[in-house]
């Protein structure tokens, strides 16, 4: 289930920010990468725990240029050169589709009016190659991006960049991510912060801060998580 803070007093909170990956966007590289590796899992899994790791493109996240990072990786390891490079010249394979049942919560939430915005640990060289694929972003108020401003969740300083931007109260502010180290640095600066384990627990934890009412509108098949890394 996904899991809340308390809202402080009796006031229903005023904005709601999404994480994208994993959330409302299905990513993961291994949509590209078994293409590439002809079906050989565990092949495949060696490479993108060893050679493209997370915290390898944790760093085009929080910034850094996506030639100089296949360029440093290719040297440590010639041997797989081709697929390094494949990662930034094939990224666009690496998206899924949109989590329909949580762009279906946005959607309601953006009928009843709240403020919406989304904080996602994303390359800027990648994000604008996803956002046409993905007409709801266009529901936001705000967007922040980490390698548009240099800090990746969890540091903190990424969240107050966005409340000071657009003067958020934390404590009137709903924060949801599908990454724990995420949500607690959230709960730390006083968000209510709800850890995402899909649409139909999201639904319920949002009824219970009253902002829906805890049924879906429509007939909507319940979430899933991208098996991808969080963001």
Do not use: C
Not at 84 to 101: F, K, M, S
Not at 145 to 159: F, N
């Amino acid at each position: 289930m996904a899991r809340t803070t308390d809202v402080p007093g009796s006031d229903r909170p005023t904005a709601v920010v999404f994480d994208l990956g994993g959330v409302l966007i299905d990513w993961n590289p291994r949509y590209l990468y078994r293409r590439l590796f002809d079906g050989d899992d565990a092949a495949m899994e060696a490479f993108l725990a060893e050679v493209t790791t997370p915290d390898w493109n944790l760093a085009q996240d929080a910034g850094r240029p996506w030639d100089e990072a296949v360029e440093l990786l290719i040297h440590e390891h010639p041997q797989h050169a081709a697929l390094i490079a494949a990662y930034r010249d094939r990224w666009v394979e690496t998206l899924g589709d949109a989590i329909e049942p949580t762009v279906d919560v946005l959607a309601e939430l953006r009928a009843s009016g709240i403020r919406l915005f989304a904080l996602s640990n994303w390359s800027a060289e990648t994000f604008p190659v996803a956002r046409p694929r993905f007409p709801f972003l266009e529901w936001f108020e705000g967007i922040v991006i980490s390698g548009e401003v240099g800090i990746t969740k969890p540091d903190q300083r990424v969240y107050r960049h966005l409340m000071d931007r657009y003067r958020l109260d934390p404590a009137a502010t709903v924060f949801i991510d599908d990454n724990e180290a995420n949500v607690q640095a959230a709960r730390e600066l006083g968000m209510v912060a709800i850890r995402f384990d899909g649409a139909v627990a999201l639904r319920h934890a949002l009824g219970d801060l009253r902002l829906l009412d805890g049924q879906p509108s429509g007939n909507t098949a319940p979430g899933r998580a991208s098996e991808g890394a969080s963001s």
